[in-house]
Structures are given as structure tokens and as C-alpha cells.
């Protein structure tokens, strides 16, 4: 099959908590075929603060993405990433972000386990983040265009209504967001679906998920 033509544009590729890079490997293949320049940003949220992966992210930005135009793609804690580096900003070029699974607002899981010593050790600075309903509402909105994908095959375990397993569907919503859509799937592996890629790429192409 002969690939289409490169469109100039970069995708950067952000995995949640728990997870490395390679859970992000084939969405990330499908937008290369697609024809888009893809980076990956491995990272461990144990290892380094929320501030101290914002600025890794921005630097790979800065560093390796050689398109003129670029965008984000963040599953979980790659979405609070990447919203807390609008607080010094982006280089010029940012167009379109998607989330996927994004806890934007404190997430039921991390709220119940966070004074959890082994939670506190697996998660860092940022597992804590990620269950203080004050440190959401200082986290900046995106100033460009931004759409929300949504999963909705969770349990009731924890729950009193929709979500993904991990993240409440309502919580996925944030203001300003361009359009918003849910899935069958699952927070561990919204990624992998054939139908979220097919999402992804008429959000970075149209502003929007569906015609």
C-alpha cells in the first residue's frame, strides 16, 4: 500500500499513568501512515515532578519536531502534561489537541488511593495531583483548538455512574473544549481502537470528530 503524501504536520503522543511509550506504538504507526511526522514522550511519573515532565515535553517540542505544525495527543495523565504547560506556553505551531481519557476535573480512583503510601510511591507528585479538586482549578485550558474522547465501558465499583473504569465520563468535559465524543472502551485501551485513530484524525484534520 502506497503511504500518502506527508502533510507537513507532527503528532506528539503522550501515555497515561502506569503505562511507557509503546501503549501509544499503534496509534502513534497509524498517524505515521497517515502521513504525519510522530514523536513519542515516555516519561515516569515517579521519577520527575508534573513541572519537571512540562518542561522534558516542551524541549522535545522545541528539539525534534520539524514540522511547521504540530499537534497533541495525550491519553490520562499525558492530558494534565500537557495542559499545565500553557502555563509558560508552547512554541508557535501548536494547532489541535486531542484527549483521550483525560481526568480533567480530580479523578474518582486517585482521590480514594492518594494517601496510599504505595500510591504516593508508584505515583509522585503527580498521583497527587490527580485527586486535589485545587490544583484542577488552576490548571490552565488550552488556548487552541481541543476535542475530548470519552470512554463509557467501565464498572460501578467506585462509581455511581458512566465511566471508563478509571475517569467519570463527565469528568472528561472541560470548558472550551471543541467537540466532545464518547466510546465504547475502556480507560486501559482506548488507544488501541481502530475507531479512536479514525476520531483522532478527523479531529487534526477538521476541528471536529465527526462530519
Same mark, same amino acid.
Given at each position: 500500500?502506497?503511504?500518502?503524501?506527508?502533510?507537513?504536520?507532527?503528532?506528539?503522543?503522550?501515555?497515561?499513568?502506569?503505562r511507557t511509550?509503546?501503549?501509544?506504538?499503534?496509534?502513534?504507526?497509524?498517524l505515521?501512515?497517515?502521513?504525519?511526522e510522530v514523536h513519542?514522550f515516555?516519561?515516569s511519573p515517579?521519577k520527575?515532578?508534573?513541572?519537571?515532565?512540562?518542561?522534558?515535553?516542551?524541549?522535545?517540542?522545541?528539539n525534534?519536531?520539524? /514540522?511547521?505544525? #504540530?499537534?497533541?495527543?495525550?491519553?490520562?495523565l499525558?492530558?494534565?502534561?500537557?495542559?499545565?504547560? %500553557?502555563?509558560?506556553?508552547?512554541? /508557535?505551531?501548536?494547532?489541535?489537541? *486531542?484527549?483521550?481519557?483525560?481526568?480533567?476535573g480530580?479523578?474518582?480512583?486517585?482521590?480514594?488511593?492518594?494517601?496510599?503510601r504505595v #500510591?504516593?510511591w508508584?505515583? $509522585?507528585?503527580?498521583?497527587?495531583?490527580?485527586?486535589d479538586d /485545587?490544583f484542577f482549578?488552576?490548571?490552565?485550558?488550552?488556548? *487552541?483548538? %481541543?476535542?475530548?474522547? /470519552?470512554?463509557?465501558? $467501565?464498572?460501578?465499583? $467506585?462509581?455511581?455512574?458512566?465511566?471508563?473504569?478509571?475517569?467519570r465520563?463527565e469528568?472528561?468535559?472541560?470548558?472550551?473544549?471543541?467537540?466532545? *465524543?464518547?466510546?465504547?472502551?475502556t480507560?486501559?485501551?482506548?488507544? #488501541?481502537?481502530?475507531?479512536? %485513530?479514525d476520531?483522532?484524525l478527523? %479531529?487534526?484534520?477538521?476541528?471536529?470528530?465527526?462530519?
Amino acid at each position: 500500500m502506497t503511504r500518502p503524501p506527508a502533510r507537513e504536520q507532527a503528532v506528539i503522543l503522550l501515555h497515561g499513568m502506569g503505562r511507557t511509550w509503546m501503549s501509544m506504538a499503534v496509534l502513534g504507526l497509524r498517524l505515521r501512515n497517515a502521513g504525519y511526522e510522530v514523536h513519542w514522550f515516555g516519561y515516569s511519573p515517579r521519577k520527575s515532578t508534573l513541572d519537571q515532565l512540562t518542561v522534558r515535553l516542551r524541549e522535545l517540542v522545541e528539539n525534534q519536531v520539524r /514540522a511547521p505544525q #504540530y499537534h497533541l495527543i495525550g491519553h490520562s495523565l499525558g492530558n494534565i502534561i500537557v495542559r499545565n504547560g %500553557f502555563q509558560e506556553g508552547y512554541r /508557535a505551531g501548536l494547532k489541535r489537541i *486531542v484527549m483521550l481519557a483525560p481526568p480533567n476535573g480530580p479523578a474518582a480512583l486517585a482521590s480514594m488511593m492518594r494517601h496510599l503510601r504505595v #500510591y504516593q510511591w508508584l505515583t $509522585g507528585d503527580s498521583g497527587q495531583k490527580l485527586g486535589d479538586d /485545587a490544583f484542577f482549578r488552576t490548571l490552565p485550558v488550552p488556548d *487552541v483548538e %481541543f476535542g475530548v474522547i /470519552a470512554g463509557n465501558c $467501565g464498572h460501578r465499583i $467506585g462509581f455511581r455512574d458512566a465511566n471508563d473504569g478509571v475517569v467519570r465520563v463527565e469528568n472528561t468535559k472541560l470548558d472550551g473544549m471543541r467537540d466532545w *465524543v464518547e466510546v465504547d472502551r475502556t480507560h486501559t485501551f482506548i488507544m #488501541y481502537a481502530a475507531e479512536t %485513530f479514525d476520531l483522532c484524525l478527523h %479531529f487534526l484534520d477538521n476541528g471536529s470528530f465527526r462530519p
